[in-house]
């Protein structure tokens, strides 16, 4: 099981991208809301999350963790206490933490970047705290994923599912979706 995070602000295509690519690979995937199930996006999109964040009781289960940026998204995601459980939990236990734009903030604040290829959103390069700046759209470095924006949710999601999945599922789907 993959859980979304969605926290108002988040940037629709980089939430909403990686939930369907993941769910066309067949991958269980939850939405959560961080403060409740309406989650408003940046764009004013709308957005009825799966279940919200109080919800949560064991994070059992669960192969990856997925930060969309935005804001002031962003900056509700690092505040939930359900968020930083569930990264911290994911740090732990060997699973997958994707973020992407400016939710690997997230991710620096916490430490979990230290010596570990990152990429963000131009600009929030200083908030990836020890981290090597990665020189590409998408980058995966051990169980963190991180991608640099909206323009690249497509490439992101078919990185988690090649995560939790495997390369062949991810082929299947980038064909199916066709795209380079």
């Known amino acids: 099981m993959v859980y979304v995070f969605l926290a108002n602000g988040f940037e629709e295509i980089e ?3 990686p939930v369907d690519v993941l769910r066309r690979g067949g991958v269980d995937v939850v939405t959560v809301g961080v ?18 964040d109080k919800e949560l009781v064991s994070f059992e289960g669960v ?7 935005g804001m002031p998204g962003t900056l509700n995601l690092e505040k939930s206490s359900a968020v930083q459980d ?7 236990n060997d699973k997958f933490i994707g973020a992407i734009c400016a939710a690997p903030m997230v991710l620096g604040h916490a430490g979990l970047l230290r010596g570990k290829k990152a990429i963000c959103y131009p600009s929030f390069e200083g908030e990836l705290t020890g981290a090597e700046i990665y020189d590409d759209f998408v980058c995966r470095d051990g169980k963190i994923i991180t991608a640099q924006g909206m323009g690249v949710s497509l ?3 078919l990185e ?15 064909n199916s979706l066709q795209c380079r």
């Open 160 to 174: 988690l599912l090649k995560a939790v999945r495997d390369e062949a599922v991810s082929e299947k789907v980038r």
């Open 86 to 92: 569930a990264i911290a939990y994911c740090a732990k």
């Open 63 to 69: 192969e990856a963790v997925v930060l969309p940026g």
């Open 35 to 52: 403060g409740g199930k309406a989650v408003m996006g940046s764009h004013k999109i709308a957005v009825a999350a799966d279940i919200e």
């Open 15 to 17: 939430a909403l991208t």
């Open 155 to 157: 490439e992101f999601g």
